[in-house]
T-cell receptor, first 111, second 113 residues
């Protein structure tokens, strides 16, 4: 069964803190993604990676960076968290086809 | 104009009802289309792909109208368990790249007993 695991489900961080969100997939997928989801705005792509050490900016990369050192792991980094980054973050992975599989989500609150 | 637009609802329907959602897309070059289902505070999951000729999966029917640039989802004989948010997803590329997936904001459905 397909599995995308986001280790941190609920986080509360202070403004200015550095935040790491980790994601692991066990399907040997080439592509991995980070989205954020906000009410009324839908899912918005932050970054994606199509191979180890390869990354591309999505639609809203500002304030975020990513790391993919191993094929199965894709990390999202908030260098200096701000209140407008309070959101639900969804990691996803896919193979060459279109179907993407999502993790359960990480709910981040920045105070 | 948003690339993918959906009526946010909420749609409140009685059990057993038939309900339909539409989704419009702005890029005429869009090539592939999907409906995802998202339960409250859960991740989205693929419900069904949408094919040019229309397709059916049990109580669910999806249709594509390229001329008017919309896709639809019809749910017959609604069940309580159908209550969820339905996301319309459009890709401007054919199969092979998930990079260009664009998600609608979702339509919320509540099926009432």
């Amino acid at each position: 069964d397909v599995k995308v695991t986001q280790s941190s489900r609920y986080l509360v961080k202070r403004t200015g803190e550095k935040v790491f969100l980790e994601c692991v997939q066990d399907m040997d997928h080439e592509n991995m993604f980070w989205y954020r989801q906000d009410p009324g705005l839908g899912l918005r792509l932050i970054y994606f990676s199509y191979d180890v050490k390869m990354k591309e900016k999505g639609d809203i990369p500002e304030g975020y960076s990513v790391s993919r050192e191993k094929k199965e792991r894709f990390s999202l980094i908030l260098e200096s968290a701000s209140t407008n980054q309070t959101s639900m973050y969804l990691c996803a992975s896919s193979s060459s086809g279109n179907t993407i599989y999502f993790g359960e989500g990480s709910w981040l609150t920045v105070v | 104009r948003k690339e993918v637009e959906q009526d946010p609802g909420p749609f409140n329907v009685p059990e057993g009802a038939t309900v339909a959602f539409n989704c419009t897309y702005s890029n005429s070059a869009s090539q592939s289309f999907f409906w995802y289902r998202q339960d409250c505070r859960k991740e989205p999951k693929l419900l069904m792909s949408v094919y040019s000729s229309g397709n059916e999966d049990g109580r669910f029917t999806a249709q594509l109208n390229r001329a008017s640039q919309y896709i639809s989802l019809l749910i017959r004989d609604s069940k309580l368990s159908d209550s969820a948010t339905y996301l319309c997803v459009v890709n401007i590329l054919p199969s092979g790249s998930a990079r260009q997936l664009t998600f609608g904001s979702g339509t919320q459905l509540t099926v009432l007993p």
